[in-house]
T-cell receptor, first 115, second 112 residues
């Protein structure tokens, strides 16, 4: 069964460093999302991507964040200068985007630890 | 702004018991609602998706219902097993193909 994959599973970085989190969405899906979950808190939305551009973003998604779909399969989230409060589990999700079938499928997540 | 609340925050039941998890949302104008399972330190596994025009969905021992007008959904788990122990998350989609708004989840423990 197709699934969303994410790499790395765990990333440790120093404050101020750049990180790139990678995702391979399910093939033929049209909508892509990044969410994050700080330990003990709700899953919260960061950004959505459709037709090679950002379709929606939250207040969290400031200038330090960027997303890219560099080829037909990968979807990346870049944090330019990490802060301690960026430590969280980051989830990628994808959806077929059809009106009658718009279920979101999530990857296993990347645990980001900023020291 | 849509808010999703899940009660109870934690639940412990003996194996074999039927149980109900509750989810409420403040804005009834939703497009769909998804229930997820999350194991500790792991990703989210989609369990059931209910479109706003549907009243319920079933998958195996799971049954999810939706009452849009009252802003409520329930997840019914029949004959619970220790393997059902996990956190169950409810999430609503305000419009088609838009970000989901999550509740904080109910942490379920099924005791053998």
């Amino acid at each position: 069964e197709p699934e969303v994959t994410q790499t790395p599973s765990h990333q440790v970085t120093q404050m101020g460093q750049e990180v790139i989190l990678r995702c391979v969405p399910i093939s033929n899906h049209l909508y892509f999302y990044w969410y994050r979950q700080i330990l003990g808190q709700k899953v919260e939305f960061l950004v959505s991507f459709y037709n090679n551009e950002i379709s929606e973003k939250s207040e969290i998604f400031d200038d330090q964040f960027s997303v890219e779909r560099p080829d037909g399969s990968n979807f990346t989230l870049k944090i330019r200068s990490t802060k301690l409060e960026d430590s969280a589990m980051y989830f990628c999700a994808s959806s077929p985007g059809m009106p009658s079938y718009n279920e979101q499928f999530f990857g296993p997540g990347t645990r980001l630890t900023v020291l | 702004k849509q808010e999703v609340t899940q009660i109870p925050a934690a639940l412990s039941v003996p194996e074999g018991e039927n149980l109900v998890l509750n989810c409420s949302f403040t804005d009834s104008a939703i497009y769909n609602l998804q229930w997820f399972r999350q194991d500790p330190g792991k990703g989210l596994t989609s369990l059931l998706l209910i479109q706003s025009s549907q009243r319920e969905q079933t998958s195996g021992r799971l049954n999810a219902s939706l009452d849009k007008s009252s802003g409520r959904s329930t997840l019914y788990i029949a004959a619970s097993q220790p393997g059902d122990s996990a956190t169950y998350l409810c999430a609503v989609g305000p419009r088609g193909n838009t970000p989901l708004v999550f509740g904080k989840g109910t942490r379920l423990s099924v005791i053998a």
